[in-house]
T-cell receptor, first 115, second 111 residues
């Protein structure tokens, strides 16, 4: 299947700092990427849909000014958690849609810990 | 997208076939059934998807009932590495195309 990478795999930061997470589709072009968040022992929750060259669409309850999404190319989307706080600590996972196969492929996830 | 119902947990002996059921009684004609799994602390892994015909690939088989109200994912020879949470998701191919995850089935393969 298609490969999606995320960087970094884990990050620890101080409260009030911003953290950027990159999501790349390695062997296909993705016009649409998705960002999810997963808390311990819970399922994945969709945060936003990222479309190349346009503004992201956020799910209800997700603050767009706190979770900045940029989808500047067909293989790269970034999620920036601004002014992170301990409650933002979570497992962040991206996925990319392979239009040719009409299937979404997921990255390995980024574990964010805010102290 | 239609809602799915899965048992919260299942056990299976190593080497045996694991059959994971999913109910999607409100599925529409243009909705596909997708299966993903998530091994602990990893991103979900795509397994298989189908519309109405049974599907098979190198990982699993997907059996969809004739009325499309339920389906079964079959792992023919389960190994310990198949221990994971398995998600059944119903989704239209067009439109928003986002995947909405339920709680899934926690499958434990026992030696």
């Amino acid at each position: 299947g298609a490969v999606v990478s995320q960087h970094p795999s884990r990050v620890i930061c101080k409260s009030g700092t911003s953290v950027k997470i990159e999501c790349r589709s390695l062997d296909f072009q993705a016009t649409t990427m998705f960002w999810y968040r997963q808390f311990p022992k819970q399922s994945l929750m969709l945060m936003a849909t990222s479309n190349e060259g346009s503004k992201a669409t956020y799910e209800q309850g997700v603050e767009k000014d706190k979770f900045l999404i940029n989808h500047a190319s067909l293989t790269l989307s970034t999620l920036t958690v601004t002014s992170a706080h301990p409650e933002d600590s979570s497992f962040y996972i991206c996925s990319a849609r392979d239009g040719g196969q009409n299937t979404q492929y997921f990255g390995p996830g980024t574990r964010l810990t805010v102290l | 997208d239609a809602k799915t119902t899965q048992p919260p947990s299942m056990d299976c002996a190593e080497g045996r076939a694991a059959n994971l059921p999913c109910n999607h009684s409100t599925i529409s004609g243009n909705e596909y059934v997708y299966w993903y799994r998530q091994i602990h602390s990893q991103g979900p892994q795509y397994i298989i998807h189908g519309l109405k015909n049974n599907e098979t690939n190198e990982m699993a088989s997907l059996i969809i009932t004739e009325d499309r109200k339920s389906s079964t994912l079959i792992l023919p020879h389960a190994t310990l590495r198949d221990t994971a949470v398995y998600y059944c998701i119903v989704r239209v191919v067009q439109g928003a195309q986002k995947l909405v995850f339920g709680q899934g089935t926690r499958l434990t393969i026992n030696p």
